[in-house]
């Protein structure tokens, strides 16, 4: 209808003084979304108290106020609808919600005091922390392989620097939390200067200048030191097997890349993304390749950004902005006899995609699919109002607007020289969880070649790859693939 | 876009998504505006082709994205005839499989040049495809559409392979015994009514369905017609460019004659009883199910049971507080009354912790139904039950792709979104009476039926 409306009304406005920002989408909607992002979270935890960063934002979430017990608010919050979600990465905390204009006065009150008044409860403060732990430990290491997969990825490339654990922490360090821990986590890093206030929808002219001016309560300031994020160099392939009971083996494969948001080939990237394949496009050449032909698994997808919950998603959720990304394939849980022929055709796959490019046949799709799935992204106000956030932290325009214009510039040549540039199949990081990991280990690191079976007939064409295939020297050595248990992982 | 999903997912959580409810003078919180009095504020154009296809074209506030849903009036409960059941759902299956103009990889091609979000869902009373794209494709998709609902064509040997992706789904759902469950409930409280199997289909006639190559082309000849379908076309659309579009590669699509004689359910007489063994360890399920009135937006009953599942047995529910804040004997308590086109099952379900507690939970629902029947509901809860529901619903609204589906479901029953409007007339003069009468005279002993499930052991 009026595509210029967005950005128009698009500003980003900075205080002098206090330094927070505001990111306003006004519509005529009777829905009003909230988002009110704090540029902190998991990699300002102390080295001895991973987790704090989710268990602060969680008190607040999920605790009461000074004058309002967490039963009070969650009763009041019923008739409306609402609630406020908190979302905690590494330099991200968010805390967001959706209301109806009639009550929006009440959701703010609540909301505000929810923030800005913590009530600090032993009681709260107990029960999120048992829910922090059973997240961790239920949630994800016992019920959730795949996800388990990815963020032990993270935790394997990123060790020894800021994002060197999960944004739910550890169980020793979850722990050891106080609730005084929160207090001063909240104080230092809950200021205006960490602030991005966020509103979308049909909220009255005078909302954002209010909200401001009520969040000016906050500190000014946050002393601690500018964060650096430099993973470690790879410089052989590894393989970290998390050892546990499971009927299949989740993987998942990456290397840290110097491209975000707003850096020069963040657009060739997205269109080598689209290529490869994001979460449900069945056409993705990783898809096609390993499920669609060959029925490998439930599907097999590419990303250059952090993508927590993917199985629970059909796209990312905004608010994950990192100033350090990586390239990742994840690959769906396997039967474990097909676990290393998987992981070969993978490592096929990329090794095939990094010397020859995107084939010319399939560029203009993969170009027009990263223009046109912005709209998809960003289908809802509270998602584009996310996207909009991102872009504030990122420094670049309105998202759709720079994927809109960045990636129709793009040649074939420029896109496969950034693939050359920044992508790679060698010097990767590996993660398998699954059982019998003493196999696995040993068909990965052994020279015979590990064929697989099909319990439908095969194309002479697949059949002849799958020869080359099942033979794809992984070059590891013995020593470059480890043997964890469970139990000893988010510990 | 192989990534079918059938009514057993989709049920969990639509029922949410559609119950709904207003009560202004009550409510706590301010009145809506006088502009958002309609539950479903979208100023949507109705048209049918001469054809007897209907079009419902929704713009929205949407600047960029388009959602169509082309909604079949045909799911699980048009399968009539003996050993045919699930063919509904294998058909949202074959709907992929090409045409001679567009086969699967070209159908996919064009999708990703769309930048476009595809899938399909089978439930009890239709199927509905849809796909979520840029504006500027409007016209290539509702080709493409148009194109594979007239010329729909597969070999057998792609026929037989489909219908071992749906046998693999079947077997992928028995693993869950909540599926189990509904399949064994759906069968013992009901004797006539189409709805005694689930979408999926009795197992012996989804392993015959590789034989059944004739009877699915029989199947699509009969249901896959303009009279039977309805396209929702919502988004950053214009009434005037969707017509003459549908008119174009709709308008050939020749009407059929099929009417399927599908049978109606006679009143239970009697509590039934029933209880699933299952082989593994499995926390165990107590469901209570009661046979209650189909979907209406003129009669109150469905509406005020619908209101009822949520004060008896949500989270905020007194018997939620009690069995699992307080107590911790039960998690989840749920209770779903799903919108049906014929008479349905009202459900409440409990996963129970300790196997010994069974009985005890059985007797606290029951206790809780009688109360409903006894005693009149706070005036003050209701209202607030309503309101949350009503705005719940609100702000379920919120992008193309939701308007799209919400006006989906509502057409599967009534062929037109113009039902959501006099629902939610109707929930705003519910009383607490109304809940009781509704209780009485459905949630009564003669129309229960009872099934249990424990796993090996009796525990986790």
Request: some cysteine; hydrophobic content about 40%.
């Amino acid at each position: 209808m009026k595509p210029l409306l967005i950005v128009l009304s698009f500003f980003i406005a900075t205080s002098a003084v206090a330094q927070s920002k505001t990111v306003a989408l006004p519509t005529s909607s009777s829905l009003v979304n909230v988002r009110i992002v704090f540029r902190t979270g998991a990699a300002m935890d102390p080295a001895d108290k991973p987790g704090l960063a989710n268990l602060t934002a969680a008190m607040l979430a999920r605790g009461g106020t000074r004058d309002l017990t967490y039963k009070q608010i969650v009763d009041q919050m019923f008739p409306m609808a609402a609630s406020v979600g908190a979302q905690v990465d590494q330099e991200m905390t968010t805390f967001h919600g959706s209301t109806h204009v009639d009550n929006l006065e009440a959701y703010y009150k609540l909301l505000r005091a929810m923030l800005l008044e913590p009530g600090w409860r032993e009681d709260d403060f107990k029960r999120v922390k048992d829910e922090a732990t059973n997240a961790l430990l239920v949630g994800l290491r016992g019920n959730n392989d795949e996800e388990l997969g990815k963020e032990m990825l993270y935790a394997d490339l990123y060790a020894g620097t800021p994002y060197g654990h999960n944004g739910l922490g550890t169980h020793a360090g979850i722990e050891k939390i106080t609730l005084d821990d929160l207090k001063a986590f909240y104080r230092q890093h809950y200021t205006q200067s960490n602030l991005i206030i966020g509103l979308a929808g049909g909220y009255p002219a005078a909302s954002p200048d209010r909200v401001k001016k009520d969040f000016a309560a906050l500190p000014e300031k946050d002393s601690s030191p500018t964060l650096a994020v430099n993973p470690a160099p790879i410089d052989h392939n590894r393989v970290e097997i998390v050892e546990k009971t499971s009927d299949s083996v989740a993987m998942s494969l990456g290397f840290p890349i110097d491209v975000k948001r707003g850096d020069p080939d963040y657009p060739a990237l997205l269109v080598a993304q689209s290529y490869l394949g994001p979460h449900r496009l069945s056409s993705g050449r990783l898809f096609q390749r390993i499920r669609e032909i060959r029925g490998l698994n439930y599907g097999d997808y590419a990303y250059i950004e952090y993508f927590p919950r993917g199985m629970f998603l059909f796209e990312p959720q905004p608010n994950l902005a990192r100033r350090s990304q990586i390239f990742q394939i994840w690959i769906r849980p396997v039967p474990p006899d097909a676990a290393s022929f998987t992981l070969r055709l993978a490592m096929f796959e990329l090794n095939h995609f990094v010397t020859d490019g995107i084939p010319a046949s399939d560029f203009e799709a993969a170009k027009e699919f990263a223009i046109k799935y912005v709209n998809v992204l960003t289908k809802t106000k509270d998602a584009e109002l996310g996207y909009a956030i991102d872009s504030a932290f990122y420094g670049i325009p309105d998202y759709g607007t720079y994927i809109g214009t960045q990636v129709s510039k793009l040649t074939h040549d420029e896109v496969n020289a950034a693939i050359r540039k920044h992508l790679r199949a060698d010097r990767l990081q590996i993660v398998a969880v699954g059982s019998n990991a003493d196999t696995l280990k040993k068909q990965l690191t052994g020279e015979d070649p590990t064929t697989i079976h099909y319990n439908s007939a095969k194309a002479g064409d697949i059949l002849e790859e799958d020869k080359v295939v099942e033979k794809w020297d992984l070059k590891l050595r013995p020593q470059d693939v480890e043997i964890v248990p469970v139990d000893k992982v988010l510990e | 876009m192989r990534h079918h999903y059938s009514s057993n997912s989709i049920r969990k959580f639509a029922c949410r998504l559609i119950a709904a409810a207003m009560l202004l003078a009550l409510s706590p919180i301010s009145r809506l505006r006088a502009a958002d009095d309609r539950a479903f504020p979208f100023p949507y154009v109705q048209e049918d082709l001469p054809n007897g296809l209907r079009l419902v074209t929704i713009p929205t506030d949407s600047q960029n994205l388009v959602s169509i849903y082309v909604v079949v009036q045909t799911g699980s409960r048009n399968e009539v005839e003996p050993g045919k059941t699930g063919f509904a759902h294998l058909f949202e299956h074959m709907m992929f499989r090409g045409t001679e103009l567009y086969p699967p990889q070209k159908y996919d091609a064009v999708l990703t040049k769309a930048g476009a979000a595809s899938n399909a869902f089978t439930t009890d009373d239709f199927t509905a495809f849809y796909t979520t794209f840029s504006k500027e494709d409007l016209s290539q998709i509702l080709a493409m559409e148009a194109d594979r609902f007239q010329n729909l064509d597969y070999a057998p040997e792609v026929f037989k392979t489909e219908t071992g992706a749906v046998l693999g789904e079947f077997n992928k759902d028995s693993a869950d015994p909540s599926f189990k469950l509904e399949e064994v409930l759906a069968d013992t409280a009901f004797d006539n009514s189409t709805y005694k199997h689930t979408t999926m289909g009795f197992r012996k006639d989804v392993e015959d369905m590789p034989n059944q190559f004739d009877y699915s082309r029989q199947f699509f000849d009969r249901y896959y017609r303009p009279e039977y379908a309805t396209i929702v076309v919502a988004g950053a659309v214009d009434p005037k460019v969707v017509r003459p579009l549908v008119d174009k590669y709709w308008g050939n699509w020749k009407r059929g004659s099929y009417q399927a004689a599908i049978p109606q359910e006679h009143a239970q007489n009697g509590p039934r009883e029933n209880h699933v063994d299952w082989p593994g360890p499995t926390l165990p399920l107590v469901t209570i199910a009661y046979h209650g009135p189909a979907y209406s937006d003129t009669d109150k009953s469905w509406a005020a049971l619908d209101a009822l599942s949520t004060l008896a047995f949500s989270d905020t529910s007194d018997l939620y507080e009690k069995l699992v804040i307080r107590e911790q004997r039960v998690d989840p308590l749920a209770a779903d009354f799903a919108p049906h086109f014929d008479p349905g099952l009202f459900v409440i379900s409990a996963r129970v912790k300790h196997p010994e507690d069974i009985q005890y939970v059985r007797d606290q629902i029951l206790a809780t139904v009688k109360q409903y029947q006894t005693d009149l509901v706070p005036s003050q809860r209701l209202a607030n039950v309503l309101a949350h529901e009503r705005y719940g619903f609100a702000l379920s609204l919120n992008n193309s792709q939701s308007v799209a589906v919400t006006a989906a479901r509502f057409i599967a029953l009534r062929r037109s979104p113009d039902t959501i409007n006099k629902l939610f007339a109707l929930y705003a003069t519910l009383t607490p009476d109304d809940i009781r009468t509704a209780a009485r005279k459905y949630l009564t002993d003669d129309e229960r039926t009872i099934v249990t499930l424990t796993g090996k052991g009796g525990a986790q």
